[in-house]
């Protein structure tokens, strides 16, 4: 089976920059993404990592240790809109089946 | 390029009745995929399916079933209806192009499902 979690809500200052961690345990790991989802809206797609290390995409970078089982995405300078639940998702087996975290629920204050 | 579109947004049921929903993915894409939405579970995996074929399938009852059409698009069957299955239901297309390729997930905005 597949289990991945990720802490249930987190708050930061706006302006800062917040870490949200992802663990995970799989078989036939293929990649990790991650979503942003506002209330009431759809998921969209932030990022995605297949190979260890950094990925940096303007404010938002994605880590990933694939021996460690442990991903994060760094959102630097935070914005009000950045208020949102981040997804984390592995991709896993060989019709890559995605499974989702049940989110962390950001709120960024001011 | 026109994006996921679901079909209805809202529904409004009763215990024992039956729903259908349907889902048209971006054009191009052959992958469909159907997801559970809930407070509390998050986003839960029903099925995928891949040129009309079901590739891969989550841990829910019989009741919840699906096909996909010969253009990629995709409906969604639960029989059956119970109280706990009121939830958000997302589908989501992907290229689906390779073994190794990101294959990102484009949502649809989903069809919110109350059942009474």
């Known amino acids: 089976g597949q289990n991945i979690d990720q802490p249930t809500e987190m708050t930061a200052t706006e302006g800062a920059i917040v870490q949200i961690n992802c663990t995970y345990q799989?078989?036939?790991?293929?990649?990790l993404f991650w979503y942003q989802q506002h209330a009431g809206e759809a998921p969209t797609f932030l990022s995605y990592?297949?190979?260890?290390g950094l990925e940096e995409k303007g404010r938002f970078s994605s880590f990933l240790s694939r021996s460690k089982g442990y991903s994060y995405l760094l959102l630097k300078e935070l914005q009000m809109k950045d208020s949102a639940s981040y997804l984390c998702?592995?991709?896993?087996?060989?019709?890559?089946?995605?499974?989702f975290g049940t989110g962390t629920k950001l709120q960024v204050i001011p | 390029k026109a994006g996921v579109t679901q079909t209805p947004r809202y529904l409004i049921k009763t215990r024992g009745q039956q729903v259908t929903l349907s889902c048209s993915p971006i054009?191009?894409?052959?992958?469909v995929s159907w997801y559970q939405q809930t407070p509390g579970q998050g986003l839960q995996f029903l099925f995928e399916y891949f040129s009309e074929t079901q590739r891969n399938k989550g841990n829910f009852p019989g009741r919840f079933s699906g096909r996909q059409f010969s253009n990629s698009r995709s409906e969604m069957n639960v029989s059956t209806l119970e109280l706990g299955d009121s939830a958000l239901y997302l589908c989501a297309s992907s290229p689906a192009t390779g073994f190794s390729a990101r294959n990102e997930q484009f949502f649809g905005p989903g069809t919110r499902l109350t059942v009474l």
């Open positions: 990592n297949v190979l260890d």
């Open positions: 998702a592995v991709a896993s087996g060989g019709y890559q089946k995605v499974t």
């Open positions: 799989t078989s036939g790991f293929n990649g």
């Open positions: 054009s191009g894409h052959r992958s």
